[in-house]
């Protein structure tokens, strides 16, 4: 596990981990996470997607926007050389809100598990929006129940009402 936490620390220049187990990825920024309760990759990966997204969509560290900018584009930058990923501004701020604060840690681990594949993340958009039929969308490996599907189908039909 060691290992995992200096590769990802490779990426972002100026990191370093504090007394707590914490990885300070941005100091400016106070871009961190716990890293104590990791245990593989795949939990670096979850806590950096859900604990760091949201400085990295939209954090403003300094008074002025153009430096604002390069400082989200160099975490950005170094969050794509961590993950072999391409990710974008516009990307940053659809992962933030889907899996920032670790507020559904089972699409976080979906996204990750299909390569980071953004459709997954642009998917769940669509159904809590209410602009896709939730039934049509359950794949094999998904067994949801008929209380499940019928929850999520009112869910996705009481936010498109807002």
Not at 28 to 34: A, D, E, H, I, P
Not at 95 to 116: E, M, P, W
Request: net charge negative.
């Amino acid at each position: 596990m060691t290992d995992e936490i200096f590769n990802l620390m490779e990426c972002f220049p100026s990191s370093y981990i504090n007394r707590f187990g914490e990885i300070i990825l941005s100091e400016k920024g106070n871009v961190y996470f716990t890293a104590k309760n990791c245990t593989d990759k795949e939990d670096v990966i979850c806590k950096l997607l859900e604990w760091c997204s949201r400085l990295m969509a939209k954090g403003e560290p300094y008074s002025s926007s153009k430096r604002n900018n390069e400082w989200r584009e160099q975490l950005i930058s170094s969050l794509n050389r961590y993950l072999g990923t391409n990710f974008d501004q516009e990307d940053m701020y659809w992962i933030y809100d889907q899996l920032g604060n670790a507020v559904n840690h089972k699409l976080t681990l979906r996204f990750i598990r299909s390569d980071f594949n953004l459709a997954i993340i642009y998917q769940e958009v669509k159904v809590e929006r209410g602009e896709v039929d939730v039934v049509s969308h359950i794949t094999k490996n998904e067994s949801l129940s008929v209380v499940n599907i019928a929850i999520a189908a009112h869910r996705a039909q009481e936010i498109a009402k807002q």
